[in-house]
């Protein structure tokens, strides 16, 4: 009897720890790239990443290209999917339409760059129920980017959104809110606990008060501004496995020139993009190591 016990004992503890467990997928920005996606592709896949994050391509060709290059290399797939038009209501149309296309390719999940900030709660809530109705149907994640411009530009109105939909879910880029709130948002913890509850994807970009995106994550200089972002990734990971959730994905997203700073007269960017970002993939995971 007694140890049938410890048997029962050992079993629930191994279970337990097996419920726990997390996988990480890293998906590679496809933003700034200029390679045929091909070429594109080997280099993610050599660097160590599990997929790309896009766009959906406008021309059948291109999509095409696109995913015979992921088959071929064995990549996964996260798209990127909004709306445009002059009138609301030509974009409320434009965001269902492209919402429906995206579906199509079947990728891991659809990040939106919902709404606008100036629309009113009720037309950004429209938009988000029009999500909802396309996860529902095509069974594939749906979430909504924190950014500037859309409805969750800020934290203090996103955390409206969040209160009030409880089926929204964020794809956390919290390097918007430092930008917008000229901050590291130790005002807005309230705000910021509640959404990285509610985040399923991670955009990991270094943001600062001045900026979207500081000139280089390795820097001595951002060295603090860096561990912030990291504790608030670590959360949404702790919470990931408290939960016994099975996945979570993170793109490495640091943009190119333009977006990264530039040189005056020149435009030469001070530093990398794909060095950036697969500096910030090795951190990653490291420090999340399965």
Request: proline letters at 4%; a negative charge; charged letters at 20%.
């Amino acid at each position: 009897m007694k140890q049938l016990l410890v048997l029962i004992l050992f079993m629930s503890s191994f279970l337990s720890m097996t419920a726990q467990q997390l996988h990480i997928k890293y998906y590679c920005t496809n933003w700034g790239n200029s390679d045929s996606w091909d070429t594109f592709c080997l280099r993610v896949k050599n660097a160590g990443y599990d997929g790309v994050e896009s766009w959906l391509p406008g021309s059948p060709n291109e999509r095409k290209e696109m995913i015979d290059a992921l088959h071929k290399y064995g990549l996964s797939l996260g798209l990127l999917s909004g709306g445009s038009g002059g009138t609301y209501e030509e974009y409320k149309q434009s965001f269902k339409r492209n919402l429906d296309e995206a579906a199509q390719l079947k990728p891991d999940y659809i990040n939106c760059h919902t709404g606008k900030d100036y629309y009113s709660f009720e037309q950004n809530k429209t938009l988000i129920e029009l999500a909802d109705a396309a996860k529902n149907k095509y069974h594939i994640p749906v979430y909504h980017e924190t950014h500037r411009g859309r409805f969750s530009f800020a934290a203090h109105v996103t955390i409206e959104y969040l209160e009030k939909i409880p089926t929204l879910q964020l794809a956390l880029d919290i390097s918007h809110w430092c930008n917008v709130h000229e901050s590291m948002l130790s005002d807005q913890t309230e705000a910021v606990t509640k959404a990285l509850s509610r985040t399923e994807h991670i955009h990991a970009r270094i943001g600062h008060p001045e900026g979207p995106q500081v000139n280089d994550p390795a820097a001595p200089e951002w060295k603090s501004i860096v561990a912030q972002h990291l504790t608030w990734w670590d959360k949404v990971v702790a919470k990931h496995k408290e939960n016994g959730m099975k996945l979570l994905t993170i793109t490495t997203e640091f943009g190119p020139a333009g977006y990264l700073p530039t040189l005056p007269f020149t435009q030469q960017p001070v530093a990398d993009q794909w060095s950036i970002n697969v500096y910030m993939l090795h951190l990653l995971k490291d420090r999340y190591k399965e």
